[in-house]
């Protein structure tokens, strides 16, 4: 069963269509990498994907669960962490994930206050954290269950270098164990380092859906100015 698929599907914005007839089928074990300009439609998608916008047309399913239809039930399979986290701000980060775990029905919080080097400040509350470790809060509680599917939009924002090779280590360690990782990045690095696959997307369209070759490497920077180019030409 496909951890995430996507057919024929269109969102527009009343005269403007941000997404223009989409196919995307992904994997369990998969780590993909979304990249593509602001206004291609990434996020569009992903709202879509975790149930927060209606499809204009097409069908959207996660683990098996047509998102359309019932976006509750897909939720439970998803974690997400959006670009702009919205966090209860007036609970401490432990008591935010002890109630991620207590909805999820799992437990792991003081893995995930581990994970993420909160511990020291796990008893603050989430209002006076920074940016950084707001954005690890959110990662946590995203992680907390092991979900099957994992959508992250610009994760990685605002944390320092030795908190991003962790995440990306765990991203790694999840994506081996089966869970599918959808991450949308403007860093080409990131994506080039850490992922088994890009899609690329521009103007609604996917562009571009590329196996990165490990061995021989890939020179993701030319193959996206090749098919942005590409794309501003059609």
Same mark, same amino acid.
């Given at each position: 069963?496909?951890?995430i698929?996507?057919?024929?599907?269109?969102?527009?914005?009343?005269?403007?269509?941000a997404?223009?007839?989409?196919?995307?089928t992904?994997?369990p074990?998969?780590?993909? @990498?979304?990249?593509?300009?602001?206004?291609a439609?990434?996020s569009?998608?992903?709202?879509i994907?975790?149930?927060?916008l209606?499809?204009?047309?097409?069908?959207v399913t996660?683990a098996?669960v047509?998102?359309? =239809?019932?976006?509750?039930?897909a #939720?439970?399979?998803?974690?997400?962490?959006?670009?702009?986290? *919205?966090l209860?701000?007036?609970l401490?980060?432990?008591?935010?994930?002890?109630?991620? +775990?207590?909805v999820?029905?799992?437990?792991?919080?003081?893995? *995930?206050?581990a994970?993420?080097?909160?511990?020291?400040?796990?008893e603050?509350?989430i209002r006076?954290?920074s940016?950084?470790?707001r954005?690890?809060? @959110?990662? @946590? +509680? +995203?992680?907390? +269950?092991?979900?099957?599917?994992?959508?992250?939009?610009? *994760?990685?924002?605002?944390l320092?270098?030795?908190?991003?090779?962790?995440?990306?280590?765990?991203? #790694?360690?999840?994506?081996?164990?089966?869970?599918?990782?959808?991450l949308?990045?403007?860093?080409?690095?990131?994506?080039? #380092?850490?992922?088994? #696959?890009v899609?690329m997307?521009?103007?609604?369209?996917i562009?571009?859906?590329?196996?990165?070759?490990?061995?021989?490497?890939?020179? =993701?920077?030319?193959?996206?100015?090749?098919r942005?180019?590409?794309?501003?030409?059609?």
């Amino acid at each position: 069963m496909s951890a995430i698929k996507i057919s024929g599907l269109v969102k527009n914005y009343g005269r403007v269509q941000a997404l223009k007839g989409i196919d995307l089928t992904l994997n369990p074990g998969e780590l993909v @990498a979304f990249i593509g300009p602001n206004g291609a439609g990434k996020s569009t998608t992903l709202k879509i994907l975790t149930g927060q916008l209606p499809a204009t047309e097409g069908g959207v399913t996660v683990a098996g669960v047509d998102v359309l =239809l019932d976006p509750g039930e897909a #939720r439970r399979h998803i974690g997400y962490v959006p670009e702009e986290p *919205a966090l209860y701000e007036y609970l401490t980060a432990r008591e935010f994930l002890e109630f991620v +775990a207590a909805v999820r029905g799992v437990d792991g919080v003081e893995e *995930a206050l581990a994970f993420t080097e909160l511990h020291a400040d796990g008893e603050r509350l989430i209002r006076e954290y920074s940016q950084g470790m707001r954005r690890k809060t @959110a990662l @946590a +509680a +995203a992680i907390l +269950a092991k979900p099957p599917v994992l959508i992250l939009d610009e *994760a990685l924002n605002g944390l320092d270098p030795p908190s991003a090779a962790r995440v990306k280590g765990r991203l #790694r360690e999840l994506s081996d164990e089966g869970a599918c990782v959808l991450l949308s990045t403007h860093v080409l690095d990131t994506a080039e #380092r850490l992922a088994d #696959r890009v899609i690329m997307i521009a103007q609604g369209r996917i562009v571009a859906d590329e196996r990165l070759d490990r061995e021989n490497g890939t020179d =993701l920077e030319a193959l996206f100015l090749e098919r942005m180019g590409q794309a501003g030409d059609d």
